[in-house]
């Protein structure tokens, strides 16, 4: 069974950073990309960008190029969403997603990611 | 970047209702559309990709259909466990795109 397990919610002060993660099983990790989708309360979803994790290659949305940081530890089947410095902005739900292998719809989905920022 | 234009926004009905949700691309996207669905506090659900393409397990009241730039979601015979937010999203370019969303209420 594909499964997309995500870190746990965390609550965090504007300007300090943060890691989340999502890690892939029941399938080869290596063979589909991992996108990531943000959902701000209440709000749409927007799509961050992606990693293939065989090269870590990733594609940003121009939305969040610079904000956000994307990274992958192949060896572990774990993709990554960093943040350097957070913003009370950044709160928001966050996914991760692998699209289905014909197209970039998105297949599977992590079960979610909360991020509170806070002072 | 592609913007994806849902309409309406809400709409609200009643049980076995059929219900019809359009998404506009600002440019042509051929048939990489995709349809989520999306119940409170929980992640999306493909339901349909390759713009009428049905996801293995979900229900055949669902189809897509729509080429270029325009789009339709049609749920016929509305059931109770379809009240939810709908989304669609391009999967022609970069950066992928998603609709607004539409909100399907219990009129």
């Known amino acids: 069974e594909v499964q997309l397990v995500q870190s746990g919610a965390e609550v965090k002060k504007p300007g300090e950073s943060l890691r989340i993660s999502c890690k892939g099983s029941?399938?080869?990790?290596?063979?589909?990309?991992i996108s990531w989708v943000r959902q701000m309360p209440g709000k749409g979803l927007e799509w961050m960008g992606r990693?293939?994790?065989?090269?870590?290659?990733?594609n940003y949305s121009p939305s969040f190029q610079g904000h956000v940081t994307i990274s992958v530890d192949k060896s572990i089947s774990t993709a990554y969403l960093q943040w350097s410095s957070l913003k009370a902005s950044d709160t928001a739900m966050y996914y991760c997603?692998?699209?289905?292998?014909?197209?970039?719809?998105?297949?599977?989905w992590g079960q979610g990611s909360l991020v509170t920022v806070s002072s | 970047d592609i913007q994806m234009t849902q309409s309406p926004s809400s709409v609200s009905a009643s049980v076995g209702d059929r219900v019809t949700i359009t998404c506009r691309a600002s440019?042509?996207?051929?048939?990489?559309l995709a349809w989520y669905q999306q119940k409170p506090g929980k992640a999306p659900k493909l339901l349909i990709y390759?713009?009428?393409s049905l996801q293995s397990g979900v229900p055949s009241r669902f189809s897509g259909s729509g080429s270029g730039t325009d789009f339709t979601l049609t749920i016929t015979s509305l059931q109770p466990e379809d009240f939810a937010t709908y989304y669609c999203q391009q999967a022609n370019s970069f950066p992928l795109t998603f609709g607004g969303g539409t909100k399907v209420e219990i009129k």
């Open positions: 390759a713009a009428s």
């Open positions: 990693i293939d994790p065989s090269d870590s290659y990733t």
């Open positions: 029941g399938y080869k990790f290596t063979s589909y990309w």
């Open positions: 997603a692998r699209p289905d292998g014909t197209s970039d719809s998105l297949d599977y």
């Open positions: 440019q042509g996207i051929s048939s990489w």
